[in-house]
């Protein structure tokens, strides 16, 4: 009996958690670059990228060979146990490109949470103090510390009780909801006033393009003001770089178009093309603070994700990927902004490089998170796979792989626009 989406899907429903949500009802067989088949043989094109995790595309050639090559030689020591080279070349290629003028040191772990998890733990460890502060709408994890940075209850910690204590929430500058730069910076004054001195904030841990929070784009003044507040106090500033690193924003980190660099930046997603890599990167004397022991884990810098990483860097510059990004970016914002010329519900169209979204609102101005989620399932009946994201659930993010042609740009978007004409 050949296996069907349905079939799988129940088998999925009786086997795994229910807190394991799933977007799409698809079961993927195969995928190449931009392009994903399911199981019952349908091609679809893929501008989700694994939630931004594929800007080199799926399985890409370079790639594979490198984490083929490492199957051959080993497959797992545990660094703490025995070293090996490509753990410590990937340390030195990303102290060489995370912004900052300054001496730095990398810590390399698995997941997006561990490294925010570990940034606060190298803050703490460096400034004596406890305190965090992060931003409205901001998306930093799914673990204990992480949660409490999350900037959103349903569905991440919904039912789970209070999350740990000590993190504070500033608001993220937003113009579009009536957050201007001035806001933001008051509200962090607030929380000096209200709820903790400076001297007890360890850290300030940003998105520099919020990712789940909606791809809202912090603008170089107000990452500055942020920068020169964090040295006033000695508080380590902390960029999430999660989602927006690994050439997504059209440089190879978001922080190097903000004019200033942070103490920490956290990588993982597309650092390693597919592969499960992540970490801390930051100033030397910071990274440091920590006594050996502290830091590390058994899978921490997996042998056959960091041979991935490193070839994921060489196939930035080899083809000149970062110059891709802006390029998609502009393909992608110039066809919704046309979209939006004609389309009142599209209320607005952003992003950096090629972290593109737009926002749609009812006729009274509202967040339509309805219209939002009937644009993403009909765009997957026409062979699209789309994301939602947003506060309110009302927008629609594109992460395509940057390795994705100008065809496939152009024919997922036609698919966008049908559907905004046929969901009146």
Known sequence: MSKTNESLMQRRQNAVARGVSQIHPIVVQRAENATVWDVEGRQYIDFAGGIAVLNTGHRHPKVMDAVRRQLDQFTHTCFQVLAYEPYIALCERLNEMVPGDFAKKTLLVTTGSEALENAVKIARAATGRAGVIAFTGGYHGRTMMTLSMTGKVAPYSAGMGLMPGGVYRAQFPCPLHGVSDDDALASIERIFKNDAQPQDIAAIVIEPVQGEGGFYVASPAFMQRLRALCDQHGIMLVADEVQTGAGRTGTFFAMEQMGVAADLTTFAKSIAGGFPVAGVCGRAEVM???????????????????????????????????????????ILTARLNALAADDKRIGDVRGLGAMVACELFTADGAPDAELTGRIVAAARDKGLILLSCGQYGNVIRILVPLTATDVELQAGMDIIAECFAEQQ
Do not use: H, K, Q, W
Request: proline content about 5%.
């Open 288 to 330: 440091d603070a920590i006594a050996p022991g502290g830091l590390g884990g058994t899978y921490a810098g997996s042998p056959l994700a960091c041979a991935a990483a490193l070839a994921v860097m060489d196939v930035f510059e080899e083809e000149n990927l970062l110059a891709r990004s802006r390029t998609v970016g502009e």
